[in-house]
């Protein structure tokens, strides 16, 4: 049977989060008019998208632990009694629910794609097992982070299940149509490291979308260096979250350019964590200054004010192959861009091909380092000039292309 898009095709986007799906999701949702149904599958209900499929997990038997004051234990007995984690508590009724849906979706002679957003990883478990019920089915598995190539997710895993964990990790590499991922360097890691295919890995990066500014111009926003005296950088997210994102040696950067006669500040967007709080209430002089949370489009209007923008990752091996789902959302606010990351990783990579900003190796004292850029940046020299082509590689309309030839 020969099917067309439009009229023939279902997908089904399978992904779990509490409160909201990721940019990367909602982006991939906005290609529904390309197919009769795009559903969104997830454990909370959120009115993001027309058609959605909200899946109620199996109650918790350890939840009344939580009600007595026992979280801890309750966390700690969950990771021995789950695999591959609690998570199973909705992948079960996820498989039963979305088993009828499929079967009746192939009886009526549609194609069906199926989606399944990683992390959590456990998600994947979806896919696999409809695609033993439904060998026809398309079933794409996105990475958006690495499963065991990552230490910190795998040395929280017990000891009796690392192994069934490997297993069931090249069990769902090997069985899906293409494996996703957001940048060619951890692509090469899934065909090296897990020996998959090449023709069965695909990489897609994260994209901005230009609605997200609708009527700012980031041109027409100055920085206010030369009035205030002080050089403000921003940064989006979590700046506290180790091993993956060393804030502390940030903040040690921050303090020491600003002991060498400098002022600067360090603003936080979106950071919720009590470490960001007290940092920022310990901070001398206004130093580190933590913005509340507010919707993704204001965050980015918001920072706007800031005259560089921040990204930075630990040296490991799994961080060489991360691309930072804010880093297209950087490109699109025409601000030098500050990356202190590995200086081979995916992101240096980025930065320097798109010529938007500078990267400080994480083997250099970032304190100096970042004390020279600025400097430099003031005196008008080794200014970075932004590659257009390259920074347009990472639009939505760009990257909507790529998904649509795997789906």
Known sequence: MTFTKKQDHIVYLVCTHQNSIKHREKMILRLQGSFTKMILVTQVGNAVHDDLLVIKAYPNPLGLLRILGFNRLKEKLEKYLFFPSRLILFIKPAIHKLKKRIRKDIKEGKKVSLITALPPHGLSMVGLVLKKYFPEINWIVDWQDLWSY??????????????KLLELEKEVMANCNINVTTNPQAKKVLERHYNVPSDRVVSIYHSFYRPDLSNVNPLEHHSNYQKIGCIKIGFLGNLFKLPKVPGFRVVESINSVNKSGMKVQLHIFGDRSVMAKQIAEQS?????????????EESLKRILDCDFLLLTLSDSPN?????????PHYLLLNRPIIAMVPGQSAVAEIIRKTGVGYVIDTDDDWGKELSRVLRNHDKGQDLPSRIE???????WSAISEEWLTIL
């Open 150 to 163: 990552d230490e910190f997710y795998f040395n929280r895993t017990p000891k009796l299940f690392k192994k």
């Open 284 to 296: 001398e002089d206004n130093q580190i200054i933590l913005h509340p949370p507010t919707s993704h």
């Open 319 to 327: 961080c060489h192959v991360i691309m930072h789902g804010k880093l």
């Open 389 to 395: 082509y390259e920074i347009e590689k990472y639009s």
